[in-house]
């Protein structure tokens, strides 16, 4: 008890920071029911309620005795109390322990109030701890939670009223920014919530005349009062930074899901294109998903994220060596160079032969992969989605997306102001590449067969180049879309510059395209119109009352999935030497006698 007790200076500064005078005036009753318990819960004495109404509010101490008493009447013609009568001396001796009357489950709403604003990622343990140190008052973990909760609730509204607002949060979407999709539906007699569709215009701009023609496919599953799945198709940049192209928010992850998403996909790119690109996709490749891209991209090429595959085959072996063999196949650029890797991997284990059926090389391996990938193999979207959950699986729906388009707003602005900075042809990763190419690319004898066609000859092998086909018998340059050491030989043999052979998807300008479109603000939801005639684009009327899905989060603390930091780290390619063929260096690093 002694650590509860007040020194004489902290209890003159106490009753200093809450005095009370007689006259003091209050905005409304409940403000002076508030303050009343503030001071309360900070002199540690306990209030107990005489008369609360519309014109009057009495308190007395609790303690029998205690002459503390205050009287506070409505001011006459105005909404305001002042306080009438004040016994503002205490006899009692207060609350001797830790728990007080007064610290309800709304006190401790209004004292985190401030502090979730700014970090709705606070826990409830922290909540107790904190109140217990700032106001020397127990709480309970419940109640830490529900106060939590409460204050959310009061700071960005309940999860069901994110439901309701969703058609008019389509329609201020659409409004705001002309072009853009946006879409909710709605299932059941009742209307409930089943699907929501949403891609920004600036986004789909960027896509389409823009980025290379790859998407990365992925979902991640939400923690929140009704669950859900965010599901995302997003395209890489110039410089390999994620672009979310699209974004939709689900009732639950299922193959009919999936199947809707990839057709509003569709419709988007085929609204938007003349001409369709021939896409590549990467994805984990479930069932569902394979199933919707087969119906809705038929000629697209379909591959695994490389993580995927290549955790799958570490957790099956559990083999270092076979592991290290592995990414060496993995990057093998030609048919030849993996099939020799597989040969070794089935020297240390036969096991590997019907792993190897069911994950085909055809859908991962940079030898046998169709689709353009330009070097980029792991799913960097997997990331972006994981952290969008944690970071907003406490927030209503609407103010999950909104996060979601603050953060895309944000790298907009950013990355545009980056982008016109730049000086060179390309962006600094490309140019980083192709000034690599270069340095090695004097390693080689350059033989001119005639106007376009070249022979780059080594101590090791010969490859042959065509500058107007861009190709080269090594396959890195068609494969990576940047002239490799070869090309780079070549084109500097006839006094061409190798930055102007480069994909234009590599280029300052393409980059600068990308985020040349702005995504523009929605105004406060208080100004939003939420009964209207309906909405264009599909989806739930404006005027239709959309209501939580029937899944609930089950009782007690969510399993977490811990993502492992490494797992997001995309392994380093595996350069090999063009003269002694060994690993971990290049040919212009070689030091190994010829």
Known sequence: MADLALTVP??????????????????????CRRTLKDIAIALHFDLRIVKSDRSRFIAKCSKEGCPWRVHVAKCPGVPTFSIRTLHGEHTCEGVQNLHHQQASVGWVARSVEARIRDNPQYKPKEILEDIRDQHGVAVSYMQAWRGKERSMAALHGTFEEGFRLLPAYCEQIRKTNPGSIASVFATGQ???????????????YGFVNACRPLLELDR???????????????????????????IATVDEETDENWMW??????????????????LTILSERHKGIVEAVETHFPSAFHGFCLRYVSENFRDTFKNTKLVNIFWNAVYALTAVEFESKIAEMVDISQDIIPWFEHFSPRLWAV??????????????????????ALECHELPIVQMMEHIRYQLTSWFSNRRDIGMSWTSILVPSAEKRILEAIADAHCYQVL??????????????TNIV??????????????????CAHAAAALISCGQNAHLFAEPCFTVASYRETYS????????????????EGTEGGGAKVDITIRPPKTRRPPGRPKKKVLRVENFKRPKRVVQCGRCHLLGHSQKKCTKPI
């Open 466 to 483: 065509d500058i107007r086909s861009r190709v080269c018998s090594c396959r890195r340059w068609q494969l990576y879309g940047l002239p």
């Open 190 to 204: 009742e209307n409930c919530f089943q699907r929501l569709f949403i891609s920004y215009r600036a986004s789909i």
């Open 517 to 532: 479109e702005m995504i523009n603000p929605i105004p406060d939801k208080s100004l939003w119109r939420e009964l209207g």
């Open 261 to 278: 998403f990839m057709s509003e996909l569709r419709k988007l790119l085929g609204v938007n294109t003349d001409n369709m690109p021939r």
């Open 10 to 31: 902290d209890a003159a500064l106490a009753l200093s920071e809450h005095a009370l005078t007689i006259g003091q005036e209050f905005p409304n009753v409940e403000t």
């Open 220 to 246: 991640a599953h939400l923690k929140g009062k009704y669950l859900g799945t965010i599901l995302c198709a997003a395209a890489v940049d110039a410089d390999d930074a994620l672009f979310p192209l699209a």
């Open 367 to 388: 030898a046998y992969f169709e689709g353009m990938r330009y070097g980029h193999f792991m799913l960097g979207v997997t990331e972006l989605l994981y952290n969008w």
């Open 448 to 461: 001119r067969a005639n106007e376009v066609e070249f022979e780059i000859v080594s101590t090791e092998r």
